[in-house]
């Protein structure tokens, strides 16, 4: 019998990149599993544009899959976060269901709010967080539930996960953290079916309801950037275990809320989170070095690259320091 899957997929201003993965969701071959789509109180037209999608009047076009027009329209049911706190048990037999937040509550919170609602309302058994900029091969979900009935003390599992513009190129396959030095690198892929990582990769993160029972939601200090690896590591003290599911694939635009390096969004949060990431879970020892080669390495250079590309430096420059200082004076 296969397990009931939900697969929660935060949308903020991003509908063109939702619908895509929603058609792809649409086709894969797993059985039992349902997508609980949490609109952050999006500014644009998203939600009318999804819906669109859903009664079968946008096609999507994608290099991945051919649009699928025979199963359209695709039924769903709609609620607003504050009706969930008065919400009775029934039976929720659609595949989609769509929750609008009030507030943006970035990437925790956000998905924190399905994940609530896929154990406590939906009984799943597994919960899969799934960036809105992905595309997932067919038999994605079929391989990551075999991989973690074979491997039970494996809490979170992720798929091997491709770039969306180059499809044979991996983004994330597995990671080590050098807790000295502030980096996460690449591991090199030495096994067939599962790959052991320090951490899993947010995008597409596979979590068993027991983890949840056990060790609570995703941590909220961050805002976006950061959540799965403090979540990967708060499971493996645990005593829980994180991998990738070297057969399950999907594919990765990467940054499209948030931008890349040259983003001032992007350059707060990262800067800001790594250092209250290290504060939680490194040792005086470490901590120390990695602020040395945080203020020596990866400042100066995220910050020469970052600062080259933006066409905004004034606000570059005040969001760098911002993330800076609430790094350093962030109380744990």
Not at 128 to 153: G, P, Q, R, S, Y
Not at 228 to 235: G, R, V, W
């Amino acid at each position: 019998m296969n397990p009931r899957v939900s697969i929660i997929i935060i949308n903020w201003n991003g509908w063109r990149d939702t619908i895509e993965c929603l058609e792809s969701l649409y086709q894969i071959d797993y059985p039992d599993y349902t997508i609980i789509l949490v609109d952050n109180n999006s500014t644009n037209d998203s939600l009318y544009k999804i819906k669109e999608y859903l009664n079968g009047n946008i096609k999507v076009k994608s290099d991945f899959f051919d649009y699928n027009p025979h199963n359209k329209p695709l039924k769903f049911k709609e609620y607003r976060l504050k009706d969930l706190k008065s919400l009775k048990m029934e039976k929720n037999s659609e595949k989609l269901t769509i929750i609008k937040n009030d507030q943006n509550s970035g990437f925790a919170k956000g998905n924190n709010i399905g994940i609530k609602y896929a154990i406590n309302f939906l009984k799943s058994e597994y919960v899969l967080l799934l960036n809105n900029d992905t595309v997932v091969d067919k038999n994605f979900l079929n391989e990551l539930i075999l991989t973690a009935k074979k491997h039970e003390k494996f809490g979170l599992l992720s798929p091997l996960i491709y770039e969306y513009d180059k499809p044979n190129g991996i983004q994330y396959q597995g990671e080590k953290i050098n807790w000295n030095t502030g980096r996460i690198v690449k591991k090199k892929i030495k096994n067939q079916y599962l790959e052991p990582s320090d951490v899993v990769c947010g995008a597409s993160m596979l979590i068993k309801k027991e983890v949840v029972n056990k060790v609570g939601l995703l941590p909220t200090d961050y805002f976006m950037l950061w959540e799965d690896n403090d979540y990967s590591i708060k499971i493996t003290k645990a005593g829980f275990n994180c991998g990738y599911a070297i057969k399950s694939k999907i594919w990765h635009k990467g940054s499209v809320s948030i931008g890349r390096v040259s983003s001032p969004l992007r350059i707060k949060y990262s800067i800001r989170n790594r250092i209250i990431f290290w504060k939680k879970y490194s040792n005086k020892k470490q901590y120390l070095t990695f602020l040395f080669f945080l203020v020596l390495i990866h400042i100066p250079l995220n910050f020469c690259i970052g600062f080259l590309r933006t066409n905004k430096k004034k606000e570059f420059v005040s969001f760098f320091l911002d993330g800076y200082r609430e790094g350093l004076s962030y109380k744990i």
